[in-house]
């Protein structure tokens, strides 16, 4: 996908601005390692923070008690139409169905998002959700879904989506968001964005939820600075982001919703945590830049995955939360090994090393295992790999004489047909 190699190309003209690339990765990546190694202290530090001025926190330990939660906060508060801002986690635990199952209408508020909302697909990048479609198709959809004359000038287009999605804005009875972190420090939420569609659904509505997963808590609120460096960066090749917002209820009640919630999900979280080989993995920033880099990616397309995190990143992280632990191990195949995802990873998560991790993990069929066996076993030294490739040599001259032998030729028992009835 040539958006994906136009990413690419600008983080690297961008990414040369940072004086020690390596020395910003490694201070990033003690951050993130920090909130992993305490999660537990942190993640009591700032729900005491943040409930101390009257916000409301909930746990959820998978997608359907998460869904569950949500619904019963909308209908306690008897509302049914809201805004959603980007939230990937949203998209893991399948919330869009859950709340269009209970009959409430939640429009998506980011342009990406809200144009495959509006086209009943699902996002085939975690940055950029509509990355698989051209501005021709859009206008065709705008045309179709919103009885627009057909343009395909993203400058009308976005003014088209802007007047609608206002239009949401101020009819919403409630918003929600994803978070980027938690800062156990002060009780905040960072949530950094392009189009400021997530403080419209903070500032506007009456209510606000939050759902994010309980590995993004950070210590301090200066533990942010070496992560925001990385992040547009990595992303999208900016320097930063539009907006980032610090959120937290406000005790007088004031530029704050009356009421805000907070959904913690761990969904598998903790049990990959656990795993000495693959809790790397919970490092991730979501920025999406292996996916940018990844040849695979840029050929296949998020969607051939299957999974709501797809690329590199996607290939790991779907195997150990959700329904994963190894059940999608077919995903680890579908990787040159090359390790891009790795060099232009912010955070330096080796991702190739847990691809192999899950492939070894994953059931294979016996006669798999017995190649796989015989392959490690001959390239094990020089001497085995001379005495393989003595005996590949005489069955090349062997097989043609028995064929001769016997009558046989392959060409012919290729091109033999069945005998008819």
């Known amino acids: 996908m040539r958006a994906c190699l136009h990413s690419t190309v600008a983080r690297a003209k961008i990414i040369v601005e940072i004086p020690d690339l390596e020395a910003a990765r490694r201070d990033a990546r003690a951050v993130r390692q920090d909130s992993i190694d305490r999660l537990d202290e942190l993640l009591a ?26 619904v019963d906060i909308l209908k306690s508060h008897r509302v049914k139409r809201g805004v959603k801002s980007k939230s990937i986690v949203s998209e893991e635990i399948h919330l869009n169905r859950a709340l269009a199952s209970a009959g409430i209408d939640a429009v998506e508020s980011d342009l990406g998002e809200y144009i495959v909302q509006l086209a009943g697909e699902l996002p085939s990048h975690i940055t950029a959700p509509a990355l698989h479609r051209s501005r021709a198709s859009i206008g065709k959809l705008f045309t179709d879904k919103l009885g627009i004359p057909y343009s395909d000038d993203p400058v009308v287009l976005t003014k088209v989506a802007r007047s609608v999605l206002r239009e949401r804005f101020l009819q919403a009875e409630f918003g929600l968001a994803g978070a980027n972190f938690l800062i156990a420090e002060t009780g905040h939420i960072l949530i950094v964005e392009n189009e400021g569609n997530a403080r419209l659904g903070l500032a506007l509505p009456p209510l606000f939820i939050v759902i994010t997963g309980i590995e993004k808590v950070i210590a301090y609120l200066t533990d942010a600075a070496p992560i925001l460096q990385l992040l547009a960066r990595s992303a999208t090749g900016q320097r930063f982001t539009s907006y980032a917002h610090l959120l937290k209820p406000s005790r007088q009640g004031k530029d704050s919703p009356r009421e805000m919630h907070i959904v913690l999900l761990d969904n598998g979280r903790r049990m ?13 920033l979501r920025c999406g830049a292996c996916l940018n880099a990844c040849p695979v990616y840029r050929s296949l397309g998020g969607h051939a995955y299957g999974s709501t995190y797809p690329g590199p990143m996607g290939s790991v992280l779907s195997n150990i939360i959700g329904d994963g632990f190894i059940r999608h191990n077919e995903l680890s195949q579908i990787s040159t090994l090359c390790g891009l995802c790795k060099e232009v990873c912010p955070v330096d998560i080796d991702i190739p ?44 001259q062997i097989i043609p004489t028995i064929e001769r032998r016997f009558g046989l030729s392959r060409r012919a028992f290729r091109d033999r047909q069945p005998d008819e009835d």
């Open 353 to 396: 090393r847990m691809l192999l991790e899950i492939r070894s993990r994953a059931s294979k069929p016996p006669v798999h295992r017995v190649l796989a066996a015989g392959w490690k076993w001959t390239m094990q030294t020089p001497q085995r790999y001379e005495f393989a490739g003595r005996i590949t040599r005489s069955l090349g």
């Open 45 to 70: 530090q700032w729900t005491t923070a943040w409930s101390s001025v009257s916000g409301i926190v909930h746990y959820a330990e998978n997608g359907l008690e998460a869904c569950r939660i949500i």
């Open 272 to 284: 990959a945590l656990a795993d000495a080989k693959l809790r790397e993995m919970m490092l991730c």
